[in-house]
């Protein structure tokens, strides 16, 4: 279980107890008693709350702890610089099982996640890297093309509901001490007719390997 459900529920003992003991000092009349406990309720119950909405943000992430299956491209080519890309998600993913197909323009594929990875005492509290396909894009192998046809992008996450780490990390003035989230590792390889590629992520990112002898040999030309 992530150590952060074991904060909210020691949050939430500590709102009741401290709502309680308000209550007591108010049937007693004791107002400056009622009062301090009262204000350390509220920020106990705040900060539950604020909780509650990251867990849900870190809800559209995947747990990352070894190397994990995340997704297979399966390449077609269907026009000269123009393919249809069929991403097959694994069984350890966040849609195991499910097929999307999108219409790439280029010549290579890129796909970006994003990674949200603990540092310092988070690590010590057992908490887990998270994961989550970003974008899918093509990209044009010669800079003149790149800068004059038409770019395809396509969003593979859903927008963030909840609080975003992923915001709190990018808004902060000074880097956070326990939370190192960053742009993961973009990867981009070739599109070729019948290619089919498989690819994984591990703590240091993202890994792509060729998963038939049509994309090995796509590598090997590239």
Known sequence: MNPLVYICIGLGFLAVILATLTWRKVKRGRIIGSTLYGLQGLLALTFLIALLLILSNLNSYQRLTFENDIVDVV????????????????????RPGV??????????????TRIIKWQGWAN????????????????????DQAN?????????????????IWDIKRLSKSKL?????????????????GAR???????????????????RQALVDW
């Open 124 to 143: 010590l509290l057992g908490m887990d890297s998270y994961y989550r396909l970003h974008r899918l894009s093509g990209r044009y192998a010669e800079i």
């Open 75 to 94: 390449i077609k080519r269907i026009a000269v610089q123009k393919y249809q890309l069929e991403l097959i998600y694994a069984e350890a993913s966040t």
């Open 99 to 112: 097929s999307q197909i999108y219409t790439i323009s280029g010549d290579e594929w890129q796909l970006d």
């Open 177 to 193: 001490p326990f939370l190192d989230a960053y742009y993961g590792q973009s990867v981009f390889l070739p599109m070729k007719d």
């Open 197 to 215: 590629f498989t690819v994984t992520i591990a703590q240091a990112g993202l890994l792509v390997r060729p998963a038939n002898e049509i994309a």
């Open 148 to 164: 004059s046809l038409p770019q395809t992008a396509y969003r593979l996450s859903d927008p963030d509901n909840g609080i975003s």
